[in-house]
């Protein structure tokens, strides 16, 4: 038998027949007995006292065995080992009692045996064995569940790195974009501006030419008027240098929107216009709007300002939105919208498409770090999961609604208040 030398084993014993006692105690002389004469007297010292195990006979005068069992595994609750004593030819009734959790089972002819010690002791060691069985399965589930958490947060430490990593390259890139573009931007701008006075100054001499020949213009010079469609030239000059201008003002207005969505110098929280990220994040994605012929529906509302980091929440504008131009077909229709709560303390920022929607397979890995279902080496799998993580650390929520193939829409709440600022 499985047990220390320190510890003998303190057995119950429910019955009402004095004989049957004294026999118990020259059968199981080596263990510590308690009597009960009764299932009512037994559920009493069980409920109070601790024990190993139970003997319980089934034949009791009120309260049956069975009852007896029950109550021990249903109102007490507790997972003690018991051996059922049933009278001799009761082996349907015993295996009946087994099935209810007991552990054996003896006869009465079995009392002055041998075989009630072993019962006693097989069920002991049974009992022993199970608990250390499940003790040891949930120190396997508590190694589990910390190798699965070390290996959530070294995921989650990956892609804070890659993030970080790719944040740097971003601003790398849009410094080094920035100056490549706004050096010769100045000076083509500056040249625009001096040739559109040196052009008219031209345009005037040569008007000043003509009004003084009037009709003695040289062929030679008229010929050449002729094949340059001068008056067209002349008619058509504002007009170039015109869009000339709003060419080079488009191009600074890139420049400008390309800076503006990263923010990457802006490590604080601010107040900022949710209706001012979309446009900055809508113009990062026009050119695939356009190439895919998506119809775009922008709907801003009036909605309050929210304390934001302004580059953050351009990335989670922009991932979503490029998530929804990869996923619908050449045509479809995104939808942008912002809205408030009466009490103006959220802002909600929707963005829906009419795309084949999300199975309910992937919806519930969508925010995971590294989930991705594109292609090998077109999705790293962590626009999702930034996308979440950077709406929790504003405290707002995201969430989400698809049904296959009639669309999505993610959902962002956001607070217009810090937690601690006065209301």
């Not at 026999?23 to 037994?42: K, M, N, P, W």
């Not at 971003?170 to 100056?179: F, S």
């Not at 040289?218 to 002729?226: F, G, L």
Request: aromatic letters at 6%.
């Amino acid at each position: 038998m499985i047990e220390t030398d320190a510890h003998i084993p303190r057995i119950l014993i429910v019955e009402d027949s004095r004989y049957d006692q004294l026999i118990y105690q020259h059968t199981l002389r080596d263990f510590d007995l308690v009597f009960a004469d009764s299932g009512e007297t037994g559920l009493e010292r069980l409920a109070t006292e601790e024990f190993d195990l139970v003997v319980l006979d089934f034949q009791l005068p009120r309260m049956n065995g069975d009852q007896v069992l029950s109550r021990i595994r249903e109102e007490l609750g507790l997972d003690l080992p018991v051996v059922i004593v049933t009278g001799g030819g009761s082996e349907s009734v015993a295996v009946d009692l087994l099935k209810q959790g007991a552990y054996d089972y003896v006869t009465k002819d079995d009392l002055h045996t041998p075989r009630v010690a072993a019962a006693v002791r097989g069920a002991l060691d049974r009992h022993w064995l199970d608990r250390a069985r499940r003790k040891a399965e949930d120190e396997l589930r508590r190694r589990k569940d910390e190798l699965e958490t070390a290996l959530r947060q070294l995921q989650e430490a990956q892609a804070h790195l890659v993030q970080s990593e790719k944040m740097a390259s971003l601003g790398q890139l849009v410094a080094g974009v920035a100056h490549e573009i706004n050096n010769p931007l100045s000076y083509v701008s500056n040249n625009i501006a001096v040739l559109d006075r040196d052009v008219r100054q031209v345009a005037a001499i040569m008007a000043d030419y003509r009004a003084h020949c009037g009709a003695n213009i040289p062929d030679a010079i008229r010929e050449a008027e002729d094949r340059a469609d001068l008056p067209y030239v002349l008619n058509n000059l504002d007009r170039l240098l015109r869009s000339s201008r709003q060419g080079l003002e488009r191009v600074r207005e890139i420049v400008a929107g390309l800076r503006d969505f990263s923010r990457l110098d802006e490590a604080d929280r601010k107040l900022i216009d949710p209706n001012d990220s979309i446009r900055s994040a809508l113009e990062m994605v026009r050119y695939h709007i356009r190439q895919k012929g998506i119809h775009l529906v922008a709907d801003p509302g009036d909605v309050p300002p929210c304390w934001c980091f302004a580059g953050k929440l351009n990335q989670v504008l922009l991932n979503i939105l490029m998530n929804a131009i990869q996923a619908v077909p050449d045509g479809a229709t995104i939808t942008v919208a912002t809205g408030t709560n009466p009490e103006r303390t959220e802002v909600e920022i929707a963005i829906s498409d009419d795309g084949p929607g999300i199975p309910d397979s992937v919806r519930g890995k969508i925010f995971d770090p590294f989930f991705t279902t594109k292609p090998q080496g077109l999705g790293t799998g962590l626009g999702l999961w930034i996308t979440y993580n950077v709406v929790q650390e504003h405290q707002g929520r995201i969430d989400l609604e698809s049904e296959v193939g009639k669309g999505t829409t993610f959902r962002i709440t956001l607070p217009t208040r810090l937690p601690c600022d006065p209301a």
